[in-house]
């Protein structure tokens, strides 16, 4: 009997320390590389096309909020203000999670003229992350958050 407690103690023992160490070690990994905030300014100043939108998008990951203001150079298009699904900020920490911020150039630009620009704040528990993209040619993620932000 004396045994028998011995044995179902250590094993109680190394279970805790083995789950324990598992979450630790899964909080460290997402600590590690948690993104906070994004905010981005979408503009179309200068795009041929009236019916382009500028947006001005802010996610905050820490409280689970979006708020994306779409407005138009010319008067006849209405702007709107939408937010983004739960389903798309996933797809955004993991597109963010799964890229290398800190090889992504601070300025993107083109030879053609009369494009859009962005400016794309990114901000983690590590660092601030600011690219401009004239053009909104800029390298992986970028291309697709702007997919995901301007929904197509």
């Known amino acids: 009997m004396k045994f028998q407690f011995y044995v179902l103690t250590i094993i109680s023992v190394f ?61 006849a298009y209405k702007g709107s203000t939408y937010t983004l699904t739960k389903s798309e900020m996933e797809s955004i920490i993991e597109l963010l999670k799964n890229s290398d911020l800190e090889k992504l150039k601070k300025n993107y630009t083109t030879d053609i003229t009369d494009q859009p620009s962005s400016k794309t704040v990114i901000q983690t528990n590590k ?24 929904k197509y």
């Open 127 to 150: 660092a601030k992350y600011t690219i401009n993209d004239y053009g909104l040619k800029g390298e992986y993620p970028l291309q697709e958050l702007y997919k995901i932000i301007y």
């Open 15 to 75: 279970l805790t320390s083995c789950i324990s160490g598992q979450t630790n070690a899964t909080k460290k990994n997402e600590s590690a590389n948690s993104i906070l905030k994004i905010e981005m300014s979408l503009s179309a100043f200068g795009v041929e096309s009236d019916s382009f939108p500028s947006i001005d998008v802010f996610i905050d990951f820490e409280k689970d909020s979006t708020n994306c203001v779409k407005t138009f150079y010319n008067p």
